[in-house]
Nanobody
Framework: QLQLVESGGGLVQPGGSLRLSCAAS????????IGWFRQAPGKEREGVSC????????NYADSVKGRFTISRDNAKNTVYLQMNSLKPDDTGVYYC???????????????WGPGTQVTVSS
């Protein structure tokens, strides 16, 4: 089976940090740009960040620039999202999906894994 499985979510206070992981199985992640999306209760899914297959280019939503950092370790078949200075508005279920190679947009036509819950609350 081709799978992307998210992990690393949890409950943190505002200003805290989390590191999310997106682990691939059933295919080689090296060849694909990967994006992170999130969906808050009552809201539509939105793009958060994207990284190209080589890691040479990244893209971030304006709302997370300067706070989130996307990276990848192709040897481990994993993409990460380091989230710092978390805000309550960052709360939601976070998903990772295959993206277009240049990370110029937010492609949502692929499959979706289970996601990982991030809750930022005092």
């Amino acid at each position: 089976q081709l799978q992307l499985v998210e992990s690393g979510g949890g409950l943190v206070q505002p200003g805290g940090s989390l590191r999310l992981s997106c682990a691939a199985s059933g295919f080689i992640l090296d060849y694909y740009a990967i994006g992170w999306f999130r969906q808050a209760p009552g809201k539509e899914r939105e793009g958060v960040s994207c990284i190209t297959s080589s890691g040479g280019s990244t893209n971030y939503a304006d709302s997370v620039k300067g706070r989130f950092t996307i990276s990848r370790d192709n040897a481990k078949n994993t993409v990460y999202l380091q989230m710092n200075s978390l805000k309550p508005d960052d709360t939601g279920v976070y998903y990772c999906t295959v993206q277009g190679g240049f990370c110029k947009g937010w492609y949502q036509g692929g499959s979706w894994g289970p996601g990982t819950q991030v809750t930022v609350s005092s």
